[in-house]
């Protein structure tokens, strides 16, 4: 079982892949409704110390606020020398939002799982 199995919800799961990455997947609709969720699950993520694959493969729609959150998880990640990658894959509105909003300059962006994950397991491991 994952140590993250109780971070769950119909819109934000977490999983553990390995014991140096986990995935944070954001599912459906991503607004200023999951504000709140998206960031309190993603910090306690960064908090954690592990490397985060954000996959937003399943979202079927993210706004600002959203990108507001990942821009701050990002940062504050980098103050905690965590490593955060993004998987964008299927939904054309998702990566117009991504884009539109410069967000793909500033995060590392994957359009293809496995190399998101090749990105993160090519890290040194942390000591």
């Excluded at 954001?26 to 607004?31: K, V």
């Amino acid at each position: 079982m994952s140590r993250y199995a109780a971070v769950a919800d119909t819109r934000v799961a977490v999983s553990e892949w390995s014991p140096k990455i986990t995935i944070a997947t954001l599912r459906g609709d991503q607004d200023i409704a999951s504000e709140g969720l998206v960031g309190e699950t993603m910090l306690g993520l960064v908090n954690s110390g592990v490397s985060i694959l954000v996959d937003l493969s399943d979202a079927t729609f993210i706004d600002c606020s959203i990108v507001r959150v990942l821009d701050a998880v990002t940062q504050e990640a980098a103050k905690r020398d965590t490593s955060i990658v993004f998987h964008i894959g299927t939904r054309p509105i998702v990566e117009k939002v991504v884009d539109l909003t410069g967000a793909s300059l500033r995060w590392r962006v994957y359009r293809d799982f496995n190399a998101a994950i090749a990105a993160l397991d090519s890290l040194p491991a942390r000591s």
